[in-house]
């Protein structure tokens, strides 16, 4: 698999955890991240972010989304 579609493959397995997490449907949590620009974040910092655990990620992306006025703790 190239990098491109590991990239892919870890960004909508982000989606999913996030939207599992937060009780949401799969589209509405990516419109969330998108947003927000947890989505972007995770684009720019793939080659961190993908060696931390999920709960890491997902604390990761929470912040970035609520600096960028997004969701209530």
Known sequence: MNTEKK??????ACI????RKRNLKLKEGFQVLFQYKAI??????Y???HT???D?????M???????GGIAK
Request: charged fraction near 40%; include cysteine; aromatic fraction near 12%.
């Open 16 to 19: 999913s955890e996030f939207s």
């Open 47 to 49: 080659d961190i972010e």
């Open 52 to 54: 931390l655990s999920f």
């Open 7 to 12: 990239r892919i493959s870890y960004i909508i």
């Open 56 to 60: 890491d990620v997902l604390d990761d």
């Open 62 to 68: 929470e912040i970035i989304c609520r600096k960028n």
């Open 40 to 45: 972007e974040f995770l684009k720019e910092n």
